[in-house]
């Protein structure tokens, strides 16, 4: 399943650094939480999904690379983004 181009966009505008960002690991890592938590809705009614599981794993897994990229190298970014978006309390 993916997001709708609109949903997308808006994502991005909320997330991006400047105009005409569209690859900032910040926009990165907000398109996928919205691809992930859209697939988490999904697995409720298809529970035997394996398939679309097995991308699920591997979304979440770049996520999380994305973050400790982004700790590494903009530790303020990180905790706001984090804060933000909701992913750890």
């Known amino acids: 399943m993916s997001i709708t181009a609109e949903k997308k966009s808006q994502v ?39 398939a679309s599981r097995r991308g699920l794993l591997g979304m979440v897994s770049r996520r ?3 973050l400790r990229f982004l700790r590494r190298t903009n530790r303020e970014s990180y905790l706001a983004l984090i804060k933000k978006l909701g992913l750890r309390k």
């Open 12 to 50: 991005i505008g909320e997330n991006q650094r400047s105009d005409k960002d569209t690859g900032s690991p910040e926009v990165q890592i907000a398109i996928l939480t919205e691809r992930i938590n859209t697939l988490h809705s999904h697995f409720a009614a298809h529970k035997h999904d394996h």
């Open 64 to 66: 999380n690379r994305l």
